[in-house]
C-alpha cells in the first residue's frame, strides 16, 4: 500500500486520533491497549525507535503519563545510528498542510455520517483545502516549490503568505465553531474537534511569525529569538511542512536516559566515523562510555573490490555530474549484467540517471530491467529488484539503508558522489553555526562524521552473505585527493582497492601494486579491455583472469570504457 495512501490514517491510531480510554467503545477490545498491556508485564520487550522515541515523548511531556512502555533495567538501541534524527523529529513541531487536509477530510467523513444536520461539512472541507492549495500556489511564486527546504531567514518575502495564510486560518475558525455547536453529540467528532484546536494553536503561531515578516522593512528579515530551534519550511510535491526542529536533542536524551536509569547499549554497524565514536556520542549528549568495535564477519577483501574511477570531480552541477556517472559506469552494469545499485545522493540525481540509463537500456535492446524511486512503494521495488535477478534500481536517501538483497541479484553498488548534506540545508547550516560560533568546525565535528556514516551504509548494500561478491563504485575522485579521503577511505568495509588514477595516492594504490592474484578472486577482464560499451552483455568465454601484478597484462588493461567480468567463484 502506498504510503500516502488515505487509508493508512483510518487504520493508524496516534496520539492525536486514539479516543482513548473513557470514550472508545471498542477500549475492551483495542488492540493497541492489549499490546502495551503485555509490554508492560513483558521481560523482553522490542519496539522500532519511533515507537520507542514516542514513548518517551510522552513521559518527557508530563509526569502523569506513564508512557506506553515498562522501565527497563537494560535498554539495547540497535542501529542507533538513526536515533538521534528520530528523536529529531519527536521533540520538534510541525504544521503540515497535508495533516490538515487528512484531518478536513476526516472531519468531512464523520460529520456527514455522525451529525449530518450539525453543519455544512462539505462547505467546511472545501474553504480549507481550497486555502491550502492558494497557500501552496503563492509559496511557489515565492521560491518554495517542490524539493526546497528553506529556513526562515532566508525567505525574506515570506510575508507575502500572510493574505493566504489568514484565509486558512479564518476557515479553521469557522470549523472550530460548528465543531463547538456539535460538541457533547458523537465521540468520534469530539476527538476531531480536540485534534482541530491543537492544529489551529500550531498555526496561529505561524501566523504570528509570517505577520512579523510582512512588518519587517522590505528585503529584510525580522530578529528571531534564540530558543534552540531552527525554524524553516519543505515543500514536497503534496505538502508545505513548517517545522520547528531542535538543534540539539542531547539535553533531551540525556533526560530520557536519567529518568529511566539501567545500563544502555547502543549497537549498530555505522555508529563510528573511522573508529571515532565522537560524533554519535555529540549527537545524543553521551559523555562517558565503554566503547569497542569489531570486525565484519565478511572476508570484504576477498569479496568485494573497491573502485574510484576517473572522472571531473562533482561540481554543482549535478546533471553534468550524472552524466558522466552513467558513462563511466555504463560498462559496468553490462559486465555485471544488471544486477546493480545505483545510489544517488538527490532526487535531481535519480531523475537524470534513470532518464540516461533508460535511454542505453534502449538503445541496447532493454537487456535488464529498470526499477526506479517513486514507481513503486519501497518494499515492493525492491522485491521486483529481488526476483528479477537482472535488475538495476536507482534510488536516493531511503535506500542507503535497511536493504538487503543477499545472492546474486546484487553484484554492483555505485555511489554518485560523498553523501554531504547540502550546505543549503536548512538544519545543517543552522547547527553548523552554533559549533562555528564556539569555535569548532561544522565540516569536521558533523558534515565529514555524518557523511561517512551514510557512506558506509550505502557500502554495505553490497556484501550480505559470506556468498556474495561484487563491487563497490564510489563516482567522486575528491577522496584521493583531499585530506579528509583517508578517514572516509579507513571508515569503508576493507574492500580491495582499485582505481584507474593515474598515479597512486599512497592510501589508494594502483592495480599493479595489488599483491599477485587479488584481483582475480572477484574482476575478471576482457582480453585487452576493448570492449565497446555499447556492445551488450559481455560474453563470459571471451574473459581471462586477469592476474594483478603481471605487467604485460596489467599495462593499458585498466582505462574508462574497459569491461569488468565479476566472477562469483571463489577461487
Ligand atoms: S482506544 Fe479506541 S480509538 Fe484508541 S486505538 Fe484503541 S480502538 Fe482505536
Not at 483495542?30 to 520507542?52: D, G, I, P, T
Not at 525574506?156 to 472550530?176: F, Y
Not at 555529540?282 to 576517473?310: K, M, R, V
Request: aromatic share 8%; with cysteine.
Amino acid at each position: 500500500m502506498p504510503e500516502n495512501d488515505p487509508l493508512w490514517p483510518l487504520v493508524t491510531s496516534t496520539r492525536e486520533s486514539c479516543l482513548g480510554k473513557d470514550r472508545c467503545p471498542c477500549w475492551d477490545r483495542c488492540f493497541v491497549k492489549q499490546a502495551r498491556e503485555k509490554a508492560l508485564k513483558s521481560q523482553v520487550v522490542v519496539v522500532n525507535h519511533h515507537l520507542y522515541i514516542s514513548s518517551m515523548a510522552l513521559k518527557a511531556e508530563s509526569d502523569s503519563i506513564d508512557g506506553m512502555l515498562p522501565k527497563a533495567d537494560l535498554t539495547v538501541i540497535d542501529e542507533a545510528h538513526q536515533m538521534a534524527s528520530v528523536a529529531c523529529s519527536f521533540f520538534g513541531e510541525v504544521f503540515s498542510t497535508r495533516e490538515l487536509e487528512e484531518l478536513m477530510q476526516e472531519l468531512r467523513q464523520v460529520g456527514l455520517s455522525k451529525v449530518r444536520d450539525g453543519a455544512d461539512w462539505n462547505r467546511l472541507y472545501d474553504n480549507v483545502v481550497r486555502g491550502v492549495r492558494n497557500l501552496r500556489l503563492e509559496a511557489s511564486l515565492i521560491g518554495l516549490t517542490e524539493g526546497c527546504r528553506r529556513a526562515l531567514k532566508d525567505i525574506p518575502a515570506l510575508g507575502e503568505l500572510h493574505p493566504a495564510m489568514q484565509i486558512i486560518r479564518e476557515a479553521m475558525l469557522q470549523t472550530a465553531a460548528a465543531l463547538r455547536e456539535n460538541a457533547g453529540r458523537d465521540e468520534a467528532i469530539d476527538n476531531l474537534a480536540e485534534r482541530h484546536d491543537l492544529l489551529t494553536e500550531t498555526m496561529k503561531v505561524w501566523l504570528e511569525l509570517i505577520e512579523q515578516f510582512r512588518q519587517a522593512p522590505e528585503g529584510t528579515v525580522p530578529a528571531m529569538k534564540a530558543d534552540g530551534y531552527v525554524r524553516w519550511i519543505e515543500a514536497t510535491p503534496h505538502t508545505l511542512r513548517f517545522n520547528a526542529t531542535p538543534l540539539s536533542i542531547a539535553e533531551a536524551f540525556d533526560g530520557i536516559r536519567s529518568t529511566e536509569g539501567g545500563a544502555w547499549v547502543f549497537t549498530s554497524a555505522t555508529l563510528s566515523s573511522n573508529r571515532d565514536f565522537t560524533h554519535f556520542k555529540h549527537e545524543l549528549g553521551i559523555t562517558e562510555a565503554t566503547e569497542a568495535s569489531w570486525d565484519s564477519p565478511f572476508n570484504y577483501w576477498e569479496q568485494g573490490c573497491f573502485y574510484i574511477p576517473e572522472m571531473p570531480d562533482p561540481q554543482n552541477n549535478t546533471i553534468e555530474h550524472t552524466r558522466h556517472m552513467v558513462e563511466i559506469i555504463w560498462p559496468l552494469i553490462a559486465a555485471a549484467q544488471g544486477r546493480t545499485f545505483l545510489l544517488c545522493t538527490s532526487l535531481t540525481a535519480v531523475r537524470e540517471a534513470a532518464r540516461l540509463v533508460s535511454e542505453r537500456l534502449e538503445a541496447n535492446g532493454n537487456p535488464y530491467s529498470l526499477f526506479v524511486q517513486g514507481e513503486a512503494p519501497k518494499i515492493e521495488l525492491i522485491e521486483r529488484f529481488r526476483e528479477d535477478g537482472h535488475g538495476i534500481l536507482i534510488g536516493s536517501k531511503s535506500f542507503w539503508e535497511g536493504v538487503d538483497v543477499k545472492g546474486e541479484a546484487l553484484a554492483l553498488v555505485v555511489v554518485d558522489k560523498m553523501p554531504f548534506t547540502s550546505p543549503d540545508d536548512p538544519v545543517a547550516a543552522a547547527r553548523g553555526e552554533v559549533l562555528k560560533a564556539a569555535g569548532k568546525s561544522p565540516f569536521f565535528l558533523e558534515a565529514l562524521p555524518e557523511a561517512v556514516i551514510t557512506l558506509r551504509q550505502g557500502a554495505g548494500r553490497l556484501i550480505r552473505s559470506e556468498e556474495d561478491r561484487g563491487m563497490f563504485v564510489l563516482c567522486d575522485p575528491r577522496i584521493l585527493k583531499k585530506g579528509y579521503g583517508k578517514t572516509v577511505i579507513n571508515s569503508l568495509p576493507d574492500f580491495l582497492p582499485y582505481t584507474t588514477q593515474r598515479k597512486s595516492t599512497g592510501i589508494f594504490p594502483r592495480a599493479g601494486s595489488l599483491r599477485r592474484g587479488a584481483l582475480s578472486l572477484v574482476l575478471r577482464f576482457t582480453p585487452g579491455g576493448r570492449t565497446a560499451p555499447d556492445s551488450g552483455r559481455p560474453k563470459r568465454s571471451a574473459s581471462f583472469f586477469w592476474r594483478a601484478g603481471h605487467p604485460a597484462k596489467s599495462a593499458g588493461i585498466l582505462e574508462q570504457g574497459d569491461s569488468f567480468f565479476f566472477d562469483r567463484e571463489k577461487k
